[in-house]
């Protein structure tokens, strides 16, 4: 029972425009050290056409095995493979994306010192 009053809370919160963390399509992707930079697309998400440039540490086969993505500072211990490891997000154009690659470039040279 309580599972499903949860469902249909989810399901009322998701109506709204924002993205779903089941659904969605990666643009591109680049990996430097323990971060990855994503572009991404979300189906049901009314802002700025669904696109969303997120920053992640983690590694490519966790992003590989990962069935939700949330672009939200949000942990769901009840999801089955979510990647809960997001540390940024820039604004969804090209120029967000160049920052993107230069935070994570930064991030990985300042893990080294």
């Given amino acids: 029972m309580y599972a499903l009053r949860l469902q249909d809370e989810a ?9 779903r963390p089941d659904k969605y399509e990666i643009l ?14 979300y189906a049901d998400c009314t802002n700025f056409d669904g696109l969303k440039i ?3 540490r983690t590694t490519v086969k966790d992003l590989v095995k990962a069935k939700h993505i949330d672009p939200h500072f949000a942990d769901y211990p009840t999801l ?3 990647l809960k490891t997001l540390v940024a997000r820039f604004r969804p154009d090209d ?13 990985e040279q300042a893990n080294k010192k």
Wanted: net charge negative; charged share 25%; aromatic share 16%.
């Fill in 54 to 56: 997120l920053v992640f």
């Fill in 80 to 82: 089955e493979n979510h």
């Fill in 28 to 41: 591109d992707f680049v990996a430097v050290g323990d971060w990855i930079a994503l572009k991404i697309r």
């Fill in 11 to 19: 399901e009322k919160f998701f109506e709204s425009g924002l993205p």
């Fill in 95 to 107: 120029t967000g994306w160049v920052d993107a690659l230069a935070f994570m470039k930064i991030c």
